[in-house]
């Protein structure tokens, strides 16, 4: 102990750290594509929520009570959390030779970041709402508590690809015997009749369509079409093994047009067009593309962009 002891108020302390486990557990969300998805990995994230809300409802309270070595020690225990990152990397890194369609880095990348960022906004909603109930009372604690809350969930709504893309219904065909073609898009060159018969009789398609400048560079990013591969085969299924490439469901550019349209085809476990569009619609926009810059000279100069910053993508 530091200096000589102060009451020690719990009210807000206990506000904040409601207010930081509900916000938590708002944001654990079980399913396909939410990291955990079992009993072992709801524990190991709830308990980190508890770890966080405490951190940040307990920081003023240890203050104001004069415990400087108590707010130190949560200080250092808060840093921890950057470790959350790297263990859900490893993790998900682990089991993409154990996935027939990868997730890709930058997806992983993206929900590391995202278990790391939910554990900081809990700290955060608690360390708020205990300030806001010290200073101000329980009433305006209770309502501050609720602001919070919400503003965390708005703010960790990430985005989505159909936002800045069309999806719509594409058709397969093949050119020159064995080139798929979905639309005006090659995707791939498939050798053997009876794969090339498998794609017509069972496979869907849909084709990208940029609604912006945004749209186009999000397409260019190889991570980004990775992830939205990934989401198709998820939602529909697959029907491949390891060592059957011509089955291997793929996005790809429009080459060497550079028309910034893309394409994505896949033979699936589940025939159901209004399911794969949802899919491809939903699929996060990665933190690597939201950046991009690079746009397709084709849509460039057709939709009156040549003044605008960014490298043309030739392929």
Sequence with gaps: MSGASAPVHWLPFLMGFTAGMLSRLLSLQPGRREYPGWPSGYISQLALGIIAAMIGGGLLTSLFAKQFTAATFLTLAATQFRDVRQTERTTLLSEESLILVSRGAGYIEGIAMTYEARNFLAMLVALA?????????????????????????????????????????????????????????????????????????????????????????????VGQRQAITHEA??????????????????????????????????????????????????????????????????LLKNDGHSSRKGSAHHG
């Design 233 to 298: 085969a998820m939602s529909v299924g697959v029907r491949k093994d390891i060592g059957y490439p011509d089955y291997t469901p793929l996005t790809r550019m429009d080459m060497p047009a550079g028309s910034g349209v893309a394409a994505l085809a896949i033979i699936p476990a589940y025939k159901d067009m209004e399911r794969l569009i949802r899919a491809v619609k939903t699929t996060p926009m990665l933190e690597s593309s939201k950046m991009a810059r690079v746009l397709s000279p084709t």
């Design 129 to 221: 709402t205990s300030a806001v109930a010290f200073w101000l009372g329980v009433w305006p604690g209770i309502v501050g508590g609720v602001v919070f809350i919400i503003l965390g969930q708005i703010f960790m709504r990430g985005r989505t690809i159909g936002l800045v893309l069309d999806v719509k219904p594409g058709t397969i065909h093949f050119e020159q015997e064995s080139l798929l073609y979905v639309d005006e898009v090659m995707l791939m060159d498939v050798g053997l009749k009876e794969v090339r018969e498998a794609w017509l009789k069972d496979g869907i398609a849909v084709t990208l369509v940029p609604k912006s400048p945004q749209g186009q560079a999000v397409l260019w990013n």
